[in-house]
């Protein structure tokens, strides 16, 4: 793979880090257009951007320290303490960037009036396009790998990281194609002349989380990288299934409970 685009003495370009800062672009472009089609102020996100990220960093260190705790405390002393705020030793767990960045978001929408569930229709689709984009660079860094595979697509990793000598599922390619999937149907709903004539506030963002987080949950079947195990399910797992059935839960209290309420009181 190619996990380094260059490296001089002083500074090393990391694909990750490059593949993460084309996802972030094309994630804002999505969203600024879909934020202007909800009828929804741009400005709120461009002012409040900073925050957002600094929590989905804080979020996705947090949870990476968790999972990777044997590396972390593998000792006491002030050199592991500060260790811990090495953002950029490529230590950050997506799943806790999500929670942390969509709880801040959720309390800063109650805070300044916005339609949080048009918000979330704008966000979710650019941020699964974005996720999908930076698994690209997930697969050239060899990091979120799988299990060993004996499919014709399987791939070998030249990385002394990755404990698997032999052919193993390409899991991040898994995560763009799926990713990418996912964000053209709910684009496609979008376009649907019945849908638009509901009231839908809210009804992609929690289409796209709950059909997001499955697909997560299916490839941490398949996923090969050490991490924290809870009665033999990935930590991944756990979030991913917890954060599946909520969004359908909502998406039923929300739209089809709500739907078949009103449909008995016109009865």
């Known amino acids: 793979m190619l996990p380094v685009i260059f490296s001089t003495k002083f500074f090393e370009l990391h694909t990750l880090w490059v593949f993460f800062a084309i996802a972030i672009i094309v994630a804002t472009i999505i969203l600024i257009r879909m934020s202007l089609s909800h009828g929804l102020k741009i400005q709120f996100i461009s002012t409040n951007s900073w925050k957002i990220l600094i929590w989905g960093m804080i979020g996705a260190r947090i949870l990476a320290i968790i999972v990777n705790y044997k590396v972390y405390f593998y000792e006491i002393s002030w050199s592991a303490f500060f260790h811990l705020f090495y953002f950029w030793d490529k230590g950050l767990e997506l799943l806790g960037a999500i929670i942390a960045a969509a709880t801040y978001f959720y309390a800063l929408c109650k805070k300044n009036d916005q339609d949080f569930w048009k918000w979330l229709d704008a966000l979710v689709p650019a941020s699964i396009l974005g996720l999908g984009i930076g698994n690209i660079g997930t697969f050239f860094d060899g990091s979120n790998y799988g299990t060993p595979s004996s499919?014709?697509?399987?791939?070998?990793?030249?990385?002394?990281?990755?404990?698997?000598s032999v052919p193993?599922?390409?899991t991040q390619i898994y995560a763009f194609l799926y990713s990418v999937i996912i964000f053209i149907v709910l684009n496609l709903l979008a376009q649907n002349q019945k849908i638009k004539q509901l009231e839908t506030s809210g009804f992609f963002g929690l289409i796209?989380?709950?059909?997001?987080?499955?697909?997560?949950?299916?490839?941490?079947?398949?996923?090969?990288?050490d991490t924290l195990m809870i009665f033999n399910f990935r930590?991944?797992?756990?979030?991913?299934?917890?954060?599946?059935?909520?969004?359908?839960?909502?998406?039923?209290?929300?739209?089809?409970?709500k739907r078949s309420h009103l449909h008995s009181k016109q009865n």
């Open 208 to 225: 796209g989380i709950a059909a997001f987080s499955f697909f997560h949950f299916l490839e941490e079947f398949i996923r090969g990288d």
């Open 235 to 257: 930590i991944g797992q756990i979030v991913t299934i917890i954060s599946t059935i909520g969004a359908l839960v909502i998406f039923y209290l929300r739209f089809i409970k």
């Open 151 to 164: 499919l014709p697509w399987a791939v070998n990793f030249d990385n002394p990281a990755i404990k698997f």
């Open 168 to 170: 193993i599922h390409p």
